[in-house]
């Protein structure tokens, strides 16, 4: 079956549609067998399940069709000749132990190695030999007075032969044509006798023997028709189930390389980074001094130009490398939080003091709106400032002279605590915001109107935040400004009434493990 699943998910013009895809499968399922050499016999078939089937239908009548026999076979003998009864109760079921005995043969074989045609044909064989054996049951009853004063004999004799035709149509519907091959000598045979006697009854029970015949075999038919489209189905759902793990197996080795190239990425960065700081400290520093003339004056002017250039596009390059490594580190995972008892107001003071000096130097003012009676936080103090004071810097690059930034620290609904950055720059547009919260990406508006920046203050933020189990919401509008917002959860704020004790458990409950030991 798994041959199959493969071949169809392999078939890259397979059609979308759930009902050309099963025609498709029973095509390719239903084609003829080829020889035994055919590579294409490897294929699952149809024809081959159906031939199975019959063969273990007809096992699991091994006992009850014998003692079907017997029991007619000993009805015949009562109103016949028993000799005519015996002989053909031990014919029949000859007939039938070879049915049974080729059954058996065919289910133990190996399936590779049986040629299906000629089993098929061997099986529609042994069914018509079983089948002309019923057809001598109505010649048992035969004439006589016994017969002729039990006017109901013809009927309970029309009835025996409707169970035998039932039972046969059944056990048979996998082949059709053994159906009709069991079933059609019994049925001929007793309405020949009844029409011997072209009485209104006989008559009447010929052609019901015959129209119960014709619908038995339009039963074997529709059983035969349900039984392949089950298959279908099974085909189609193990094609799908290939398909899934395919895609599956695709997926999880795509993702796989992803992480491997993600943490290598991370890696060369923060080795890098590290490697080009300790250079690059050095040329800030012999910069410095070279700039402040600290071992003597420098006659050329343009010299002291150019070693404010080295200075400023070393701090500039010292500042990326910075985010760089921090970044990495997040995403190795090894950024660990040092949690301590705090207030998000003092963070937001201390910040906005921070950015004071290039606040005035744009004319912008900022505005603090603070909620009264904010409990402290458990947080990581370095990385929340760190947070607020990418927001501010970005917002304050992106306002025009002139504008104004509102920074707001409060409740949320939920019961956690927000700081909120607003300004009135340019804005950003909408299918634009995914890029800003990318690494390294940048709005169109932002590139032509705001000072260089690497692109990786916000996705700093976000990553500070997450690993706070916060979020991090980013709102614009063309022409009206941006809005970034950080939320932190309620389970990290402190109660104004609790105690030291609970303040301690839950900070240390925060703790890394070789932290909690130590301490």
């Known amino acids: 079956m798994a041959s199959t699943a493969d071949a169809l998910a392999s078939n890259a013009a397979a059609p979308a549609s759930r009902g050309a895809r099963r025609r498709l499968i029973t095509r390719r399922l239903l084609r003829p067998l080829g020889d035994a050499g055919d590579p294409g016999r490897q294929l699952f078939h149809f024809e081959q399940e159906m031939i199975d089937q019959f063969a273990k239908n007809r096992l699991s009548s091994s006992i009850v069709i014998p003692a079907l026999i017997l029991a007619m076979g000993l009805a015949a003998s009562l109103v016949g000749d028993p000799k005519l009864a015996l002989s053909w109760g031990v014919g029949t079921l000859a007939a039938h132990l070879l049915v049974i005995i080729a059954c058996r043969r065919f289910v133990t074989e190996d399936k590779e190695q049986v040629s299906l045609p000629a089993w098929k044909h061997r099986f529609i064989g042994r069914d018509l030999v079983y089948g002309l054996a019923w057809g001598a049951f109505p010649l048992l009853f035969g004439k006589g007075p016994i017969v002729e004063s039990l006017p109901v004999l013809d009927i309970i004799r029309f009835a025996a032969v409707i169970v035998v035709l039932s039972v046969h149509a059944l056990l048979s519907s996998p082949i059709p044509a053994a159906a009709v091959a069991g079933t059609l000598p019994i049925a001929l045979a007793m309405a020949a006798v009844h029409l011997l006697d072209p009485s209104l009854p006989n008559l009447l029970i010929a052609l019901c023997t015959l129209a119960t015949e014709v619908f038995f075999l339009y039963l074997t038919s529709h059983l035969f028709q349900q039984h392949q489209k089950s298959l279908a189905y099974r085909a189609e759902k193990d094609a799908m189930f290939a398909e899934l793990e395919q895609a599956k197996a695709v997926s999880d080795e795509a993702r796989r390389r992803a992480e491997a190239a993600n943490m290598a990425k991370s890696q060369f960065l923060a080795t890098m980074s590290h490697e080009l700081r300790t250079p690059l400290n050095a040329i800030l520093g012999f910069s410095e001094v ?48 040092k949690e301590e008892l705090t207030s998000l107001v003092a963070i937001a003071e201390e910040a906005r003091g921070l950015m004071e000096f290039k606040s005035r130097q744009k004319n912008i003012r900022i505005i603090e709106v603070y909620d009264e009676g904010l409990p402290k936080i458990v947080v990581d103090e370095q990385a929340m400032r760190q947070v607020l004071l990418n927001i501010l810097s970005n917002a304050l690059k992106f306002t025009l002279a002139g504008g104004e930034i509102v920074v707001k620290v409060g409740r949320t609904q939920a019961g956690g605590q927000y700081m909120s950055v ?76 609790t105690d030291d004790h609970r303040t301690w458990a839950l900070m240390q409950a925060r703790k890394p493990a070789h932290l909690k030991k130590a301490s």
């Open 290 to 337: 070279m700039r402040n003339e600290m071992l003597g004056p420098i006659g050329n002017e343009s010299y002291k130009d150019y070693l404010s250039d080295i200075h400023s596009s070393g701090q500039h390059l010292l500042k990326l490398i910075n985010e760089v490594l921090d970044l990495s580190r997040i995403e190795a995972g090894k950024r660990e939080l």
């Open 422 to 497: 607003r300004d009135n720059g340019p804005g950003i547009p909408e299918h634009e915001i995914p890029i800003v919260l990318s690494a390294f990406g940048q709005g169109s508006i932002s590139l032509k109107t705001a000072e260089q920046g690497t692109g990786l203050g916000i996705a700093i933020v976000q990553a500070l935040v997450h690993l706070h189990d916060g979020n991090f919401i980013l709102r614009s509008e063309v022409g009206v400004g941006t809005e970034a917002i950080v939320t932190l959860p309620a389970k990290r704020v402190v109660s104004a009434f």
